[in-house]
Nanobody
Framework: QLQLAESGGGLVQPGGSLRLSCAAS????????IGWFRQAPGKEREGVSC????????NYAGSVKGRFTISRDNAKNTVYLQMNSLKPEDTAVYYC???????????????????WGQGTQVTVSS
């Protein structure tokens, strides 16, 4: 069974940091691009970041660029999202998603992805 599982969310004060993990089971992530998405209450799901299967191409939404860093460790079958300088507007459920793709493919359009995790809650509040 192909599954993705997010972890690492929680409650953090503004300016704090969290590291989210996206672990795959049932398949290898080596040939998959990974996207991170988030959805706040009452708002549409938005793309946050993506990383190509090779790791050589990454994209970030303007709202998180310079604060978030995406990376992957194919040996551990895991993708990470390091989130620094967190703001209240970062509060959302964060999802990871995977799509089989070439080595340089990277998209933060949710329609491009085939497999999704269940999400992890990130709350930034004082």
């Amino acid at each position: 069974q192909l599954q993705l599982a997010e972890s690492g969310g929680g409650l953090v004060q503004p300016g704090g940091s969290l590291r989210l993990s996206c672990a795959a089971s049932g398949f290898r992530l080596n040939y998959y691009a990974i996207g991170w998405f988030r959805q706040a209450p009452g708002k549409e799901r938005e793309g946050v970041s993506c990383i190509s299967s090779s790791g050589g191409n990454t994209n970030y939404a303007g709202s998180v660029k310079g604060r978030f860093t995406i990376s992957r460790d194919n040996a551990k079958n895991t993708v990470y999202l390091q989130m620094n300088s967190l703001k209240p507007e970062d509060t959302a459920v964060y999802y990871c998603a995977a799509v089989y793709s070439g080595g340089y493919y990277c998209s933060w359009d949710s329609r491009a992805y085939d497999y999704w995790g269940q999400g992890t809650q990130v709350t930034v509040s004082s």
